[in-house]
């Protein structure tokens, strides 16, 4: 089975402090993805990217950047956290296969921001 | 701009029962449509896949239904279990440029009860 691993389920950190989610897939995937989830507003795409070295903005980039080294690893940088960013964050990856042109998510880091 | 709609955004059943789910796009253009279950606090994980040539298919006692005419697609899950509690999301994925652009609904949440 693909598995999307994200490094941490739960974090709390303090306002303004640097904040790194780590994600890592083990399918060789190209795509790669960051979420955020919040009530009543659904997933929402923060970043994403189709290749090592590469990135794209997502609907809500503001606050936030990624850093994809290696084609199997996508970090999430908060670089000065706030509480607003306090929220569950999702990583996806995924297949251009057609048939399964889906996403296979992490099981999601919860953060608080004090 | 595309658009995933998810009625109803709650839904309270009895253990035992049937229930369905809707959702409604505005995807363009169409590349396939992915049902995901959601717990609380863990990331989504798909239950079906559907792509354009195809109108229904079943994972145990869910099956999904897709009209691409009518640009709807519905989620039954019969004879209900405890288990069944969760948050149920629609995907709509179109193609661009070879890669997949997915369009989440906002999800229903869905409790059952013993």
């Known amino acids: 089975d693909v598995k999307v691993t994200q490094s941490s389920r739960y974090l709390v950190k303090r306002t303004g402090e640097k904040v790194f989610l780590e994600c890592v897939q083990d399918m060789d995937h190209e795509n790669m993805f960051w979420y955020r989830q919040d009530p009543g507003l659904g997933l929402r795409l923060i970043y994403f990217?189709?290749?090592?070295?590469?990135?794209e903005k997502g609907d809500i980039p503001e606050g936030y950047s990624v850093s994809r080294e290696k084609k199997e690893r996508f970090s999430l940088i908060l670089e000065s956290a706030s509480t607003n960013q306090t929220s569950m964050y999702l990583c996806?990856?995924?297949?251009?296969?057609?048939?399964?042109?889906?996403?296979?998510f992490g099981s999601g880091t919860r953060l608080t921001v004090v | 701009k595309n658009q995933v709609e998810q009625s109803p955004q709650s839904l309270i059943i009895l253990e035992g029962k049937n229930c369905t789910l809707q959702c409604n796009y505005t995807v363009s253009p169409f590349s396939n449509l992915r049902w995901y279950k959601q717990d609380t606090g863990r990331g989504p994980v798909s239950l079906t896949i559907?792509?354009?040539?195809?109108n229904t298919k079943s994972n145990g006692r869910y099956t999904a239904t897709l009209d691409a005419d009518t640009k709807q697609s519905s989620l039954h899950i019969t004879a209900s279990q405890l288990s069944d509690s969760a948050s149920y999301i629609c995907?709509?994925?179109?193609?661009?440029?070879?890669?997949?652009?997915?369009?989440f609904g906002r999800g229903t949440s869905l409790i059952v009860h013993p």
């Open positions: 559907m792509t354009f040539s195809e």
């Open positions: 990217s189709y290749d090592v070295k590469m990135k």
């Open positions: 995907v709509v994925s179109a193609t661009t440029g070879g890669s997949y652009i997915p369009t």
């Open positions: 996806a990856s995924s297949s251009p296969d057609r048939e399964s042109g889906g996403y296979t």
